[in-house]
C-alpha cells in the first residue's frame, strides 16, 4: 500500500519525498493546486473558491466553501451526490463501502487505495 503524497515521513527541513509539508504544501508554500497559504497562484491570482463568501455562502465567482456553485455544481459539473447536469455519474462519487471505497476504488477525498488521486498523485 502507498502512502497519501503528503504525509510522512518527514525531513529535517519539513518536507516529505515528494516534497510536501505537513499542510500539503511545497518547499515555494504552493498547494498541489498551486496555491498559496493567502489563496493566490504564482501570478498573484486568487483561487476561484477561496473567501470571502456572502452572507448566502458563496464569493464573488459564485462558489461555497465547498467549490459547489449557486446551482449545487462543482468546477467539474458534478452535483454533491456525484451526478452531472446530464444525470451521468462521476466515478469518485458515493457510495462508499465499510473500507471507505466506492465500486471504483476511490474514498470521499479523491483517492484511490493507493493513495493516489485521478490525477496520479
Known sequence: RKMNPYGPPYDKYGFNENGFNKHGLDPDGFD???YDKH???IYGRLNPYAPPYDKDGFNGNGFDKHGFDRDGFDKDGF???GYD???RKTPYGPPYGKDGYNANGYDMDGFDRDGYDKDGY
Open 39 to 41: 489563496d493566490l497562484d
Open 32 to 34: 498541489k493546486d498551486g
Open 85 to 87: 447536469r446530464l444525470g
Open 79 to 81: 452535483d454533491r451526490d
